[in-house]
């Protein structure tokens, strides 16, 4: 069980608080296209003004790669952030991030009002965890927050290495969520526990298969992944995604599941297309060989349906990686139904970042689930059992 401390376990009327916030949005000529990092860092934010802190945030934006690049500024997270707060947030514009502008502003500050700092990789050493940034971070406040779970599987200055120089470093709401549903229900889960893996390769999910092994009832596979393990079974994959040299890999898994009791469901059917493209010619195949040239892009509507049948009776679900090329519409209906038995069953159902995430949220089905992780990476590696560095540093409770 991982317990954090987190900004409700602390008082800071009348104090400095560093927040570390994930404001890495698009930007098209310096327009914010989604604004929904903003938005999920507001609770954090309006707690700490209620409390009466004065409040430094931080974040990066892009890769500056450590040094300043205007076009990847934060002036515009400021003029937005201070339309959705309905107070000023005062930008520090220093090129060294912490600079004579951000120390006066922090000097000039009352309790409750907001400055945010420069892009943090304007600074060479933010992303190699250097101590001169760390200090110079940790000098402007007597308290740290970190909300940042997108960048919370990496080691910076910003997130890691400024808690050495801070006596106090907490967790905001939206790193308390994450802890909550990646990590404790996932350790800890309400039975029947499902995991769904999708995605392109087997190889970049090994050691998630192979963490959910020893916690799942049932682990279903979907996705271009699913060929390296029909071919482990002896079929004929034409040429849909193969990883050869993960084969025996996949081989080995079949056997651990079935030694441990794990219910692993592949695929009992596919759509199969002549060429990669929302052009081709289709098909529906059963587990025949797949003919020589065509490749499965989606997993077919049996095995769709016994899918959502598996997902029915579970009380937690995580899901990391699409069923098929959800992006080309005509093989999206895969990850379209699992999508839907998500949304109608009972369980706490966990989306997994990146393209899972993306595919939930352009289906429609966001507001259905339980908990849509923020972080690709992070969640992945959460997945994976690690530990994650942005995480261990914050106090324990
Ligand atoms: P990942 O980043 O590993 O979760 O992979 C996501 C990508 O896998 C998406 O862009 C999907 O289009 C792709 N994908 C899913 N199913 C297949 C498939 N059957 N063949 C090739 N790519 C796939």
Redesign the pocket.
């Known amino acids: 069980m991982l317990n954090k401390k987190s900004v409700d376990d602390i008082n800071v009327k009348g104090k400095k608080v560093l927040v570390r916030c994930d404001f890495n949005v698009p930007l098209q000529e310096g327009k914010i296209t989604d604004e929904n990092r903003l938005v999920a860092a507001l609770p954090t934010i309006k707690k700490l003004i209620a409390d009466g802190g004065k409040i430094i945030l931080c974040s990066h934006l892009g890769k500056p790669k450590g040094e300043p690049k205007p076009e990847l500024s934060l002036a515009p997270v400021a003029v937005r952030l201070s339309e959705l707060l309905g107070q000023e947030v005062k930008f520090a514009a220093d090129p060294e991030v912490v600079g004579p502008n951000a120390k006066a502003a922090v000097e000039a500050m009352k309790d409750g009002e907001v400055i945010l700092l420069e892009n943090t990789r304007y600074r060479a050493e933010e992303t190699k965890n250097g101590e001169a940034f760390s200090k110079d971070l940790a000098s402007l406040c007597d308290v740290f927050v970190n909300d940042a779970f997108g960048t919370a599987h990496r080691a910076h200055c910003s997130n890691v290495g400024v808690t050495q120089f801070v006596d106090t470093a907490v967790v905001g709401y939206l790193m308390q969520k994450e802890i909550d549903f990646l990590g404790n229900a996932v350790e800890n889960p309400e039975r029947p526990f499902v995991a769904i893996l999708?995605?392109?390769?087997v190889s970049?999910?090994i050691s998630v298969i192979e963490n959910l092994l020893d916690k799942v009832d049932t682990l279903i596979i979907?996705?271009?992944?699913?060929?390296t393990f029909i071919k482990a079974q002896g079929e004929s994959v034409g040429a849909?995604?193969l990883e050869e040299d993960y084969v025996q890999y996949a081989a080995d898994m079949i056997k651990k599941a079935e030694e441990k009791g794990v219910k692993l469901l592949l695929p009992v059917d596919s759509v199969i297309a002549d060429k990669?493209s929302n052009d081709a010619e289709v098909k529906v195949i059963g587990r025949e060989d797949i003919p020589e040239g065509w490749?499965?892009?989606?997993i077919g509507p049996k095995t769709a349906e016994l899918y959502a049948e598996a997902v029915k009776s579970a009380k937690t679900v995580v899901w990391?990686?699409?069923?098929?090329?959800?992006?080309?519409p005509k093989?999206a209906a895969g990850t379209k139904a699992v999508a839907e038995a998500l949304s109608e069953t009972d369980a706490v159902t966990i989306i997994g970042g990146?393209?899972?995430a993306a595919a939930v949220n352009q289906l429609g089905y966001g507001d259905k689930m339980t908990h849509i992780s923020t972080g690709g990476g992070a969640s992945l590696e959460f997945l994976e059992g690690k530990e994650l560095p942005g995480v261990a540093a914050a106090n324990d409770l």
Do not use: R
Not at 198 to 201: C, R
Not at 222 to 227: E, H, L, S, Y
């Open positions: 999708g995605g392109a390769k970049s999910k979907g996705g271009g992944m699913t060929f849909s995604l990669f490749m499965g892009l989606d990391n990686g699409p069923m098929g090329c959800f992006e080309m093989f990146g393209d899972s």
